[in-house]
């Protein structure tokens, strides 16, 4: 099984060269997002397919949690949550669903964002990998990654988990961040965290759990035959939830201690942490009460770095290291800014028509 990990370089030439190059790909990257997506499409890096809405997010922190300055039990912060889709502009499609979060209720502005999706584990596990996903994607028409999974089948297996077919609601869907970041509280132990979103009702059963056709070929994201739910179905579903009631989800963290000479693949987001070893705790609710139009929902921007000091990413060492992720993400915005003077120069995209447009990468 093919894998993209490489030790990092031991002398000091060696290393400064590791760094550099991760700084180049993760700046030349944001560069050309920018200019193909940003400002010629007006879109995303991923996720366009979405829907925001607003709400508070309520500490109610586990009392085993260490403390830290940002996390104050009962405090009630305003929050936006997007709820999107990666890749295809149709609900109906087996893709990724995601929960971004901002403790804010501005555009970009915020003291914690945190992006997450379906499934507890990725389709890649550092920003080589993710660079070969990109450049192996080969779409058409609801069929891609085809090449990516025969040679690398850790994807493949990441896929088969985040991927969702035809759930009843983003409500009842689990979501993680994958990714681990730094946990430094007030007593300044070095600590990682993971985070997920949940139901806030332990009993609801996650909907849309690939079956078997999917699971056997996870490259066809295709509807399936006979399919009568519109390219908007998921979206609809959740307006109309919040014009009756409120959506609530529990705020979880996984904490863990750093250790010396520890096992690096703890930062590989390919691999799971023990739950009875380190379980998940609360942090806090998630109240979703207004949805958001059109428009306000893709002004919204979420931000790896948007974290409080002791919070923050984990610093990476080269383009193979587990943590380069979120380091290349950190540097890509610069392609939000490209797309938000897209809009300004050639106009907003227009709401994605319930038309016969199926299985598309594309609005229209």
Known sequence: MEVIVKKQKKSIVGKWIDKFQLYVVARLFGFLIALSMGLKTRERMSHNNGVGAKGTFTFDLDPAIPSHPFLEQGKAISCQVRHGMATFYDDAMATIRSLSLK????????????????????????????????????????????DYYKKYPVGREGAISTLRRNPTSFANLTYYAKTPFNFVGNDGVQRYAKYRAIPYDPETKESGIIQERDILEPENQRITPGETRTRNYLKNELEKRLNTQTVKYWFQVQIRDAQENQDETIFNCCVDWDEKEFPWRNMGVIELKEIMDWDSSNVIGFGVSNMPKGLDCIPAKSIYDYNSLNYMRAKTEIARKARLLGYKLFGKPIEIPENDNRNSSTIV
């Open 103 to 146: 403790l804010s209720d501005k555009p970009f502005e915020s003291p914690f964002d945190m992006n997450l999706n379906t499934g507890s584990i990725s389709l890649f596990w550092n920003a080589a990998s993710f660079l070969k996903l990109a450049k192996m994607r080969r779409q058409k028409w609801g069929i891609e990654y085809q």
